[in-house]
């Protein structure tokens, strides 16, 4: 919303100056990290052009519309226009503002030169109308008038410049779709903490932006299979007095299984931080199917020996993570519907653009403590708990 105190305008010039085209800026200034603020703030533009639009309806109907001056057009704009923007709002983004003033001059409130640029575009179409009624030649006393007479023109003119913004955003993020393409490599080594097994999991998958018009946007997208290999690294060592490990009986348990199974990246946005430096951000969920490892007992002759289908990479995986919920189906993208993932998130960026980045996942084994550390301690061994899942990934933009 832009407020300003001019003087009377006519209706002719008001649609005079409104239907001059108004040129979209370069979008150059949005760059992979602005993708969250755009769709956020193309989700606020076409609210607020629908308010205005269901304002004029409504005054239509009745035949007239209020006056409009600095106190009706800041009521109006609080109970009409406002709580929609707000509940359409989202939480993570970045926001800003602009205001164009009597003198047709503009101040823009914006964290990130994405958001300047596209607060401009609004307020072009302001000034533009402020500096046509002004050329008019009016005496100094008119400028105190309200320009717009009733609340029906100030709706107007909001609406053709939150159409200057739309336009700005979906050139954007048109320009967004084309180059926000990247690469992520997945490489994971997870070992039981109270089995001997050590599972291996790669992949590689290449992720693109989806922006589609009309419909909620999709963020960064995409899939390929995840290759494990699951194997039984025991028997475990025995550590000890060696008459006393010769009475030892060592069993133990092993899960083993190789195979692929589904790897998808859905709704990954890419952001910026919503204080100084505004630096960029990255949400990623991710959801993997189950592997299928079987789990045995062994040892020598005395120890249990059975067989049970047991997923281990993949529960694993799960562990100490936060959880990304299941998504349905997506006719959109042709994506179908998953069981729970988990997000990744806090990714360590080389620099300001966004280009590329990594994240380094390090789990330690569950249970450590007890025996176990004092039994290190006495061996003279570390005491610290073992790593027992040792996970990278690193993302970075196709050029």
């Known amino acids: 919303m ?36 755009l769709t956020n703030r193309n989700r606020q533009v076409k609210t607020a052009i629908q308010m205005y639009e269901r304002s004029l309806a409504g005054w239509q109907s009745a035949g007239s519309a209020p006056a409009a001056n600095e106190a009706s057009r800041q ?29 047709c001059r503009t101040v823009v409130t914006a964290p990130t030169a994405c958001l300047n640029v596209l607060m401009e575009q609004h307020e072009q179409v302001h000034r533009d109308a402020c500096r046509a ?29 939150y159409k200057a913004e739309r336009i700005y955003i979906e050139a ?31 992949t590689k998958v290449d992720l693109q932006a989806y ?23 025991g028997p475990p060592k025995v550590m000890g007095d060696p008459m006393l490990k010769k009475l030892f009986v060592n069993c133990y348990v092993a899960s083993v ?73 997506d006719s959109r993208s042709g994506s179908p519907g998953s069981a729970p993932g988990v ?12 280009d590329e980045a990594q994240k380094a996942i390090r789990v330690p084994c569950a249970g450590w403590g007890g025996m176990q550390q004092r039994a290190a301690a006495y061996a003279g061994l570390p005491t610290e708990a073992p790593t027992c899942e040792v996970t990278n990934l690193k993302i970075k933009r196709k050029r």
Request: hydrophobic share 35%; with cysteine; net charge negative.
């Open 2 to 37: 832009t407020t300003f105190r001019t003087h009377r305008i006519t209706a002719s010039l008001v649609l005079c100056v409104l239907a001059a085209p108004v040129l979209a800026a370069d979008p150059a200034p949005c760059t992979c990290p602005d993708m969250l603020d």
């Open 75 to 103: 009521q109006f704009q609080d109970e009409s226009i406002e709580p929609g923007m707000i509940e359409v709002r989202d939480s993570r983004a970045n926001t800003a503002s602009a205001r164009t003033g009597a003198d």
């Open 133 to 161: 009624h002004v050329s008019q030649g009016l005496s100094v006393s008119d400028v105190l008038v309200d320009r717009f007479g009733t609340l029906d023109n100030y709706a107007r003119e909001e609406i053709e410049a």
């Open 172 to 202: 954007a993020l048109s320009n967004l779709e084309r180059d926000c393409r990247y690469t992520l490599e997945f490489d994971s080594t997870i070992s039981g903490s109270t089995e001997t097994t050590k599972a291996e999991a790669k």
């Open 211 to 233: 922006f589609p018009r009309g419909v909620e946007p999709l963020g960064l997208q995409g899939s390929k299979p995840l290759n494990y290999d699951t194997k039984d690294i």
């Open 257 to 329: 299984g190789s195979g692929n199974v589904p790897f998808e990246v859905r709704e990954a946005w890419m952001m910026r931080e919503t204080q100084p430096p505004y630096g960029p951000l990255l949400v990623m969920p991710i959801y993997v199917g189950e592997t299928q490892e079987t789990r045995h007992m062994k040892g020598p002759r005395g120890c249990p020996h059975n067989s049970e289908p047991v997923p281990f990479w993949s529960e694993q995986f799960m562990l100490s993570k936060e959880r990304a919920v299941p998504v349905e189906a």
């Open 343 to 354: 997000i990744i998130a806090d990714w360590n960026f080389s620099d300001a653009s966004g």
